[in-house]
């Protein structure tokens, strides 16, 4: 007997669809995003129909790839992306007043600020990580660096950019404050 293709994906479906959901829940951290996120890597598996190698593997790298995706957009929406800090109208959001805003476009225009202050090669890995969630791999792919250099820039971006922040805030910095022993 000869099994459809309805057949082979109902099949495929409840092999995969437990373990599919409990990597994508891990990687977003939200149960309806991970809903959401395996129906759409269940549709595009099954668009793709014969010219999948291995289905499964395409299922789950279809999935982490559209996870990795809603994590980017949720970061750069919630940063409004530093590149992007002068073009925030946040007033269109509904259910922000008119000084949350302002407090919004002051706290964007200062970070801004203290990511332009960082040395370039710093910057662009300083910003892969935080506004599009590359992992140190992707980033020192891209930039042709080796992985101990990315993380070393986001250290230093890490760094700088808290400093500049507690200045322009006038936050003492922990160690200032400490009494000597």
Not at 99 to 108: K, S
């Amino acid at each position: 007997m000869v099994e459809t293709a309805h057949e082979r994906f109902s099949h495929f479906f409840a092999e995969t669809r437990q373990g599919l959901l409990r990597y994508v829940r891990r990687l977003t951290r939200s149960k309806e995003a991970a809903e959401d996120i395996v129906q759409e890597a269940y549709a595009r598996t099954l668009e793709q129909g014969q010219r999948v190698q291995a289905p499964k593997a395409f299922l789950f790298i279809t999935a982490r790839n559209l996870a990795w995706n809603a994590q980017r957009h949720q970061r750069i929406a919630a940063t409004d992306s530093v590149g992007d800090v002068d073009e925030t109208d946040m007033l269109e959001n509904e259910g922000v007043s008119p000084e949350e805003a302002v407090l919004c476009d002051e706290a964007n225009l200062l970070l801004k600020q203290a990511i332009e202050r960082l040395p370039s090669q710093c910057r662009a890995a300083f910003t892969l990580k935080v506004f599009h969630a590359c992992s140190y791999k992707e980033i020192a792919d891209r930039l042709g660096i080796s992985v101990k250099t990315v993380e070393k820039h986001i250290s230093r971006g890490l760094r700088d950019t808290h400093a500049f922040l507690r200045r322009r805030y006038q936050i003492p910095d922990k160690e200032a404050g400490r009494p000597h022993e």
